[in-house]
């Protein structure tokens, strides 16, 4: 029998959601959008939506997509999404959860399999995975939602009869 283990799924850009999944793939919670107060992450906003998550389960992870700046950024675009993410990695950090920095060529690898890697696809492979969530999936700037959920997935094969501590 399975646990009451919650995943959460952390797609850490502007247009990044948040989405806590259950080890039965049923959604917990959703945060449509990342928290953002003008060009920083709302540490605030993630802290309550991690607290609230580790209250409604027996064991939290985190699974939170590994990022890193692209040459096209601007010095300015690259800065902010950088803070972001470390700051994501901050406030997981304060809860001492499990935490799996997961590189998206390897998330998609697993969880896109047979299908493209584009946003579409991740939303496709999103409504498929999740059926509460399609209401949500409707649009192309809904993929953080659905990227959250699947990388959220991606956790719960990739801790699979591992000792569920801190994987980086």
Same mark, same amino acid.
């Given at each position: 029998m399975l646990g009451n283990n919650?995943?959460?799924g952390i797609d850490? !850009?502007?247009s990044g959601a948040i989405v806590t999944i259950s080890e039965t793939l049923d959604v917990v919670e959703v945060l449509p959008k990342m928290p953002w107060i003008n060009d920083r992450l709302d540490s605030n906003a993630l802290f309550e939506f991690l607290a609230k998550a580790k209250e409604g389960?027996?064991?939290?992870f985190v699974v939170c997509e590994k990022v890193h700046s692209m040459p096209r950024d601007s010095s300015r675009a690259a800065f902010?999404? !950088?803070g972001s993410y470390f !700051?994501?990695?901050c406030v997981i950090d304060l809860f001492d959860i499990p935490l799996l920095l997961v590189a998206p060529q390897t998330w998609k690898k697993v969880m896109l399999r047979d299908r493209g890697k584009e946003k579409a696809d991740s939303i496709n492979a999103g409504r498929d995975l999740f059926p509460a969530l399609r209401p949500q999936l409707t649009t192309k700037s809904s993929h953080g939602v659905a990227? #959250? #959920?699947?990388i959220a997935a991606y956790g719960i094969k990739s801790w699979k009869g591992k000792d569920n501590g801190r994987h980086e």
């Open positions: 919650h995943y959460v850490p !850009g502007k389960c027996d064991k939290l902010t999404f !950088g !700051g994501c990695l990227e #959250a #959920a699947l």
